[in-house]
């Protein structure tokens, strides 16, 4: 499981990755190749940054993804949706623009924690317990219908919920594990269909060297 490649946050259009995002997914395509690793099947979500983090580990193992299965159900919370929420009902916890990042996950930590415990009012792409429900169908279907070696592409919070499921973690769980998810991070799982178990998460084994340390991002 892959947290997609660095997005481009600030940008007008977060959704697409930024030229380290590109290049953390060549690199990771790479790595995959050194290990000589084969996928049978190939799960992204339907998000542009998906799309470009599978093409990016494509050309790094120098194949083709010829059938990719794109379920939207791996998508990401609208987290944008939840800030917006979140401060209309908390006016003083607003943030200026010029604001750091540190401070804009502080306040998405703050966001998730309230949309977990349903105290979020306004008009919501889904509720807490509907992205619970959809995370796990996905992973159930994957988990029932395929055999294999799997590779899935999606966003840190949707990886999050899975990590927080296979654990039977509480959401604060979810919502620690999300802002630690690294871009192009790997988690990987054996599972059958009537177990999944975690064995390493938010691995960069492919930014593992002091020259690429530096590639390790969060956004």
Not at 16 to 22: D, F, I, P, R, W
Not at 27 to 54: N, P, W
Not at 180 to 192: C, D, E, I, K, L
Request: with cysteine; net charge negative; charged share 25%.
């Amino acid at each position: 499981m892959v947290r997609h490649g660095q997005a481009s946050l600030g940008a007008a259009n977060y959704d697409k990755l930024s030229e380290l995002g590109h290049e953390q997914s060549r690199l990771l395509g790479e790595y995959f190749r050194s290990c000589e690793l084969e996928f049978d099947y190939i799960y992204r979500g339907d998000m542009v940054r998906h799309d470009e983090t599978a093409q990016g580990i494509a050309k790094g193992l120098d194949v083709e993804f010829n059938d990719v299965h794109v379920m939207p159900e791996l998508n990401e919370f609208d987290f944008k949706t939840l800030i917006a929420a979140f401060v209309k009902q908390h006016p003083d916890k607003g943030l200026p623009n010029t604001a750091s990042v540190r401070e804009y996950y502080h306040l998405l930590k703050q966001a998730m924690h309230e949309w977990s415990k349903d105290r979020l009012e306004g008009d919501l792409a889904e509720t807490w317990s509907e992205f619970h429900g959809r995370v796990e169908r996905a992973y159930g279907h994957i988990q029932s219908e395929r055999k294999g070696k799997v590779l899935v592409v999606s966003s840190g919070g949707t990886n999050s919920m899975l990590l927080a499921q296979v654990l039977k973690a509480p959401a604060e769980t979810v919502v620690e594990l999300n802002l630690q998810a690294r871009n192009t991070g790997v988690s990987h799982f054996f599972y059958n269909q009537h177990a999944m178990r975690l064995t390493s998460f938010n691995n960069t084994p492919h930014l593992d060297t002091p020259e690429k340390r530096e590639f390790i991002t969060f956004s």
